[in-house]
């Protein structure tokens, strides 16, 4: 073969490479455009049930219940709570899987359809009463606004001091937490990585959560009292792009209980 020819067959392989790593990286592309719309109309699908996220008081012990849990159960059973995080595009039903942990880091909470967002879920280490000590949901970061992706948004410490609580309905109470920080942190699992019916154990994580040893933290600097024994705590855990080893956490402690009619 001449000199030439080699030259040739040389510049024609690398031109088949360069197309295909074109067409390669344009399909990579194309699915995560898609999933990132698959994950905005799964939000939708769910608006239909829920009247509004700011409840009404019927009389000095109850409160109307602005969620419609029997719809969303006859779609879904595995459907047993609902968040709404003001401050962040976070208001969405929570589930949790009696089989699986890993079920709902890629299946729909409206009718367990396969979505590579996934949904708010807790895991079996949890009831689902959120009397545990602490309580840990979870949901994915970077599929466009949706999920957990929008709690970044405390990262801003004008929204974070803003944006003293969130709110978990049950389909018979209302649960107001007061968000204490949100911060970065490693990738333990939390739920295996502390025994937190050690009294000790707990108080240590309680003082953890009120001064995070993170150069990326926001903290409430005045809760206004002395975090106990007696507390509850919801973790709501996302992933940080780029960065496998890390979590963004945000830590809220039960302030006030409301039955809801």
Not at 154 to 180: A, G, H
């Amino acid at each position: 073969m001449s000199e030439n020819n080699k030259r040739n067959s040389k510049k024609t392989v690398l031109i088949i490479i360069a197309v295909i790593l074109i067409l390669g990286g344009s399909g990579i592309l194309g699915v995560h455009i898609y999933n990132q719309r698959k994950a905005e109309e799964g939000t939708q699908d769910i608006s239909s049930v829920v009247s509004s996220t700011s409840a009404v008081q019927i009389d000095d012990t109850k409160i109307e219940n602005p969620i419609d849990f029997k719809a969303l159960q006859k779609k879904n059973s595995d459907i047993y709570a609902w968040i709404n995080v003001p401050g962040t595009k976070v208001d969405y039903p929570v589930v949790q899987s009696p089989q699986s942990d890993e079920f709902y880091l890629k299946h729909s909470a409206v009718d367990k359809s396969w979505i590579a967002s996934g949904a708010i879920y807790s895991e079996l280490s949890n009831s689902k009463t959120f009397n545990d000590r602490v309580t840990v949901l979870y949901g994915h970061n970077g599929y466009s606004d949706t999920m957990f992706t929008t709690l970044h948004n405390f990262e801003k410490k004008d929204v974070f001091d803003k944006n003293e609580y969130f709110v978990i309905y049950t389909p018979s109470s209302r649960l107001t937490y007061k968000i204490v920080s949100a911060f970065k942190y490693d990738d333990r699992h939390i739920m295996s990585s502390f025994d937190f019916q050690n009294d000790k154990v707990f108080l240590d994580f309680l003082a953890m959560i009120q001064n995070p040893e993170s150069s990326n933290k926001s903290v409430r600097e005045n809760l206004g009292r002395e975090l106990t024994t007696d507390d509850k705590v919801v973790v709501l855990s996302t992933c940080i792009t780029n960065q496998k080893s890390n979590r963004y956490l945000v830590c809220g402690v039960l302030e006030k209980n409301e039955k809801t009619y």
